[in-house]
């Protein structure tokens, strides 16, 4: 007969059974590993797409220049009226053609290369019951009988006595024990990556470079 | 790949397409007062169209990163 105080399973065992290093561990490794390999292989990308190498020589290091591209701006300007001229000219749109360079690091999409979210999502579940059902009955039905009979005879006089006896007894008990208990645990685990942003720096370098291709206006010859 | 370059005479943002570039094409600014156009001169195409060419190579690698999750 299962006991009353029959221990459910240990919630915290079950849980302590379980790799958790590795089943969440293991997938976000993967994943910084692979992150990892991403940036050698974006850094090696850049070096070798976005700089040349430059050997330093005996007094300088060597370096790397930015590989810069030649770009062409070309925008419409009014070329206003001249009336002094003759005849006078009309006033025209002049298509004028400006050329700058760029550094070919400012427009290649960098920071869009790398792990940019990783969700892991665990879900275990334990489930631990116990029910005892007991039924106990006990029956039991006594009934008995009897019967006598008498007679006297004394001369003329006779008498005859006649009886009987019986009982009859029912008991009964019943116990109807219903136990039941259960324990249930969830355990959820969701984690997540994302990617960090470009440090300041960088940043800072790609804003120089791309406010470098702003136009300035040269100085008058003579002024 | 959406990046934008600033444009030198309004300062609006044009969008860039490196893909379009590599191939010569000119992005107009998206500001119709400005109109200006902006393209990679063709002596520099080559240079360009070689670092997208590598550029999708490396994106390449990016469906096994996600696989690792």
Do not use: W
């Amino acid at each position: 007969m299962a006991d009353a105080n029959t221990p459910l399973i240990s919630m915290a065992e079950q849980f302590t059974g379980l790799p958790m290093q590795a089943l969440i561990g293991g997938p976000l490794n993967a994943a910084a590993e692979a992150n990892g390999m991403m940036a050698v292989a974006q850094t090696k990308f850049l070096l070798d797409t976005a700089f040349s190498f430059v050997k330093g020589t005996d007094t300088t290091a060597d370096s790397y220049a930015p590989i810069m591209i030649q770009m062409t701006l070309t925008r419409g300007v009014l070329v206003p009226v001249n009336p002094e001229a003759d005849p006078p000219v009309e006033p025209t749109i002049k298509q004028v053609q400006t050329s700058f360079d760029l550094p070919l690091l400012t427009i290649l999409p960098l920071n869009s290369l790398a792990v940019d979210d990783v969700s892991i999502k665990f879900d275990m579940e334990v489930k631990s019951s116990f029910s005892e059902a007991t039924s106990d009955k006990t029956e039991e039905k006594m009934a008995g009988a009897s019967s006598f009979s008498a007679k006297v005879g004394y001369g003329i006089f006779s008498a005859e006595i006649t009886g009987s006896a019986s009982y009859d007894r029912t008991s009964s008990s019943g116990r109807d024990t219903h136990y039941e208990k259960s324990n249930s645990a969830k355990y959820s685990v969701s984690v997540h990556a994302g990617q960090l942003p470009l440090p300041d720096g960088v940043k800072t370098i790609i804003a120089a470079f791309t406010n470098a291709i702003s136009p300035i206006t040269m100085p008058v010859m003579g002024q | 790949m959406s990046q934008y370059l600033p444009c030198p005479v309004c300062q609006s943002q044009i969008p860039i397409d490196l893909h379009l570039l590599a191939k010569g094409a000119s992005l107009v600014c998206p500001n119709s007062a400005c109109g200006a156009m902006v393209g990679v001169a063709s002596n520099s195409l080559a240079t360009l169209s070689t670092a997208v060419t590598r550029y999708q190579n490396l994106e390449a690698l990016r469906p096994a990163t996600k696989g690792a999750t």
